[in-house]
């Protein structure tokens, strides 16, 4: 049971290049999020999904975009990266409302 | 402004003694709150919650804390060993929204 799988686990990006992070889960989680980890400011949400096809903001979600075709995937594209998106990358994902998330490992995102 | 803060970046205790993390809350509608724990290139583990109907929820060497009139829980764990140094991370939920809002963390080390 692998849990929530995010693909790639490091990156380096020049300015202006574009990627797609990966975020996989196996548990039948209708539910579904990125977030992002910088030093002194916890986890900030970028976008969530609370279902296949549904995706909305969240509280940093400028200069993403995601997508869930499929309910086991959740995928954030940066079109034109910058160096402020330097980061830790967290997908997650629970099953209700008032449960836990599970945690993917991160990607470590560097924007040079 | 954050809605979930932890004021104290690090803290530093012995082995063996007793560990106390704070966080406080400014949303009065927040009623779930979880605490998550995370080691380097990890991503965070779910330690143990609380529902605002309940002031205190124990597991093992766990408590946490709730103190809904001062928007204010903390995490306790008694004894505190070297595998516990660690970030600490409190979240909070409305149970209507359907994101949790987490803190900056704390950063525990636990001292041989």
């Known amino acids: 049971n692998a849990g929530v799988t995010q693909t790639p686990k490091f990156r380096v990006l020049k300015t202006g290049q574009s990627m797609t992070l990966l975020c996989a889960q196996d548990?039948?989680?209708?539910?579904m999020y990125w977030y992002r980890q910088d030093p002194g400011m916890g986890l900030r949400l970028i976008h969530y999904s609370v279902g296949e096809g549904t995706t909305a903001k969240g509280e940093v979600p400028d200069g993403y975009n995601v997508s869930r075709l499929k309910k086991q995937n959740f995928l954030l594209g940066l079109e034109s990266a910058a160096p402020s998106q330097t980061s830790v990358y967290f997908c997650?994902?629970?099953?209700?409302?008032?449960?836990?998330?599970?945690f993917g490992s991160g990607t470590r995102l560097t924007v040079v | 402004d954050q809605q979930v803060k932890q004021n104290s970046p690090s803290l530093s205790v012995q082995e063996g003694r007793i560990s106390i993390l704070n966080c406080d809350y400014t949303?009065?509608?927040?009623?779930?709150f979880l605490w998550y724990k995370k080691y380097p290139a990890e991503g965070p583990t779910f330690l143990i919650s609380?529902?605002?109907?309940?002031d205190k929820n124990e597991d093992g060497r766990f408590t946490v804390f709730l103190n809904k009139s001062a928007k204010h829980l903390s995490l306790h764990i008694v004894p505190s060993q070297p595998g516990d140094s660690a970030v600490y991370f409190c979240a909070a939920n409305d149970n209507y929204g359907q994101n949790f809002v987490f803190g900056p963390g704390t950063r525990l080390s636990v001292l041989p």
């Open positions: 949303n009065s509608m927040f009623d779930y």
């Open positions: 548990m039948n989680h209708e539910y």
């Open positions: 997650a994902s629970r099953t209700g409302a008032n449960y836990g998330y599970t």
């Open positions: 609380i529902s605002s109907i309940k």
